[in-house]
């Protein structure tokens, strides 16, 4: 072994043949195409069960800790901080206060909207600080909204609430 | 930032670790070779600047990200000949994004704990086979009960992270868009770069929005590529260079995945992760002993983000810093001399190529057009990944 360390200034060369989307829509290289067809199906586990069943009601419920007082949200059974099983469980607001937010022109692919959506992660009245979710805010114009605007769900009817988490339609702004 | 230097780390290594070859593919957003080919060419190149043969390898690391994109399960052992896998021990690591860092950590403990004197790492990604775009692969990484349902688009996240960064400290776009254009420019210099370029503030500004405050230009490309690297021991290290490169540490670190908890203005998980290398290397005080930086940069305010983050800057301070010229290739404190992957291209792992390599080969002082001006003789590299809460650190010296 051991020939000895090279003196070249580094990368020595850029190996590798990089191809235009022409050339695979003109085939004009040899490629092979699969579309694998993959379904899953997901068990809510013990704390999502009960808090999608709650969306239902056009409740949220979050789990408390009494080692370290807080009000876990979303729930879990157990307080990771303190690696206990959770002591109760507490009905939450449907409100909160944005602590972030965006306006998003791309859907999952990348591909263009048609209407931006707004994005923002809300921290929820009645839990804990910083216990916040991801969700959509609507009924406002876009440069109307800012970092601690605060905010009330808008819920499905009833009769149309699934147990997901889109049971709660969007969120708008709270007046007053 | 002061970290405080702790006697009695509960560490004892074998063996220190040296780097004394290290390739990488060119970057591009899609190639003719194949995955394997390309982990051939990157380990090749590592080799041949190491003076090793692959017979000399005595271990192997894999480091690549999700199998969606590429559409094969259990990647590693359809990776594992190109990589110079077989027939030696060989392991794959893989914690998203920051597996770039991660497999060179991974490596070292090879060589620390003296079960391998020679370990390879290859870090191979090839996003272009997912179809129509990579993107589509990204949302499966999202929580199923509670993100999936609102439809979102991975952007989202680092869009909501860059809006409370720039809140909380006060940042404008502008000065965040400075980063973009520093690290396309410097990738003129980099011979695999795929999306180098003269490009000014407004252009990033101007570009397409795709979720807001998040533009087109503030985003690095998916990119195919590989990179490799050769770490070996003090006594092999010896007989092939005067001057290797030594890893004088490394560190780890991940938050909650329950990223709605979390308070994104900052990167804990960098900081915790750079705590625990700086103890390992002796920093207590990382701006004064740093001399070159490759934060990771997928996105342009990520670069800010993270130099807060590995207590380069105060919180806050890194848009001033890039500001001033501190942080261009002949300042103070040269950020991401590589082009960083805003520039040479981002292939997930691969982009081990522009961290972990680009600090060996500045501290080597073989980075030629890319060799920062000023003398260097300690540089720290990071990633980032998962669900956007790990840090994976290293930091090197040209000194034992």
Known sequence: ?176 | MEVEVIKGLKFHKKQDVAIVGAGMTAFKRRMLETGKELSYYAVKQALEEAGLDIKDVEMVVLGSAPDAFDGISLKEEYLLEGAGGCDRPYMRYFVGGGTAVFAPIAGYWHVASGLADVCLVVCEEKMSCCQPHPQSAFKYIWDPILDRPLKPNLIWIFALEMRRYMHVNNVKHEDIALVSVKNKANALDHPCSHVAGKITVEDVLNSEPMALPVRRLDVSPPSDGAAALVMVAPHIARQLTDDPVWVTGVGWNLDTTHWTNRDLYFPRYTAEAARMAYRMAHITDPRKQIDVAEPYDPFDYKELHHMEGLGLAKKGEAPILTKEGVTARDGDLPVCPSGGLLGVGNPISAAMGVKVCEIYWQLAYRAGKRQVAKEVTTGICQAWGDLMQIGTVMVMSNKR
């Open chain 1, 1 to 176: 072994m051991a020939v000895g360390k090279k003196e070249i200034s580094c990368p020595p060369s850029a190996e590798g043949t990089g191809l235009s989307d022409a050339d695979i829509s003109q085939k004009n290289v040899t490629y092979f195409e699969d579309h694998p067809n993959l379904a899953y199906s997901w068990t809510a586990g013990q704390a999502m069960s009960r808090f999608l069943n709650e969306l239902k009601n056009g409740k949220l419920i979050a789990t408390k800790c009494e080692k370290c007082r807080r009000v876990i949200f979303p729930p879990r059974i157990y307080c990771e901080l303190c690696y206990k099983p959770i002591d109760d469980w507490v009905y939450i607001k449907d409100t909160g206060v944005v602590q972030t937010f965006s306006i998003s022109f791309i859907d999952p692919d990348a591909k263009p909207l048609e209407k931006p959506v707004i994005v923002a992660v809300i921290t929820i009245d009645g839990a804990s600080p910083n216990m916040g979710i991801m969700h959509i805010i609507d009924e406002v114009e876009p440069e109307k909204v800012y970092i601690g605007m605060r905010v009330k769900a808008v819920w499905r009817p009833e009769s149309e609430r699934k147990g997901t988490i889109t049971d709660i339609k969007y969120w708008k702004p709270l007046e007053g």
